[in-house]
Nanobody, 120 residues
Framework: QVQLVESGGGLVQAGGSLRLSCSAS????????MNWYRQSPGNQRDMVGI???????AYADSMKGRFTISRDNAKNTVYLQMNSLKPEDTAVYYC??????????????WGQGTQVTVSS
């Protein structure tokens, strides 16, 4: 069984920073692309950004220059550094990953989410 567990959410003032972590555990052969999504009340879940197994990244336009995704493959962990936070960044942030349980077989997993609240 594989689990993704996010941490690091909380309440921060506008202009502040937070660093989210997402750690994978269980029957893991290797991890492919890891992604961050977010969802605010009444809205769909939107992609924040992705990081490939080689470390390549891409971000949604509204996060470029403020958010940075990184990963530590040895720790099976992905990070989301969020700077210059705005009230509109308030959402539940979810980790998502393609996790290989064998050399050729992978499944897509979601974490349980962590709340980020930015006060004005």
């Amino acid at each position: 069984q594989v689990q993704l567990v996010e941490s690091g959410g909380g309440l921060v003032q506008a202009g502040g920073s937070l660093r989210l972590s997402c750690s994978a555990s269980g029957n893991i052969f290797r991890i492919g692309t890891m992604n961050w999504y977010r969802q605010s009340p009444g809205n769909q879940r939107d992609m924040v950004g992705i990081i490939t197994s080689e470390g390549g990244t891409a971000y949604a336009d509204s996060m470029k220059g403020r958010f940075t995704i990184s990963r530590d493959n040895a720790k099976n962990t992905v990070y989301l550094q969020m700077n210059s936070l705005k009230p509109e960044d308030t959402a539940v942030y979810y980790c998502n990953a393609d996790i290989y349980t064998s050399p050729t077989l992978y499944y897509n997993f979601w974490g349980q989410g962590t709340q980020v609240t930015v006060s004005s």
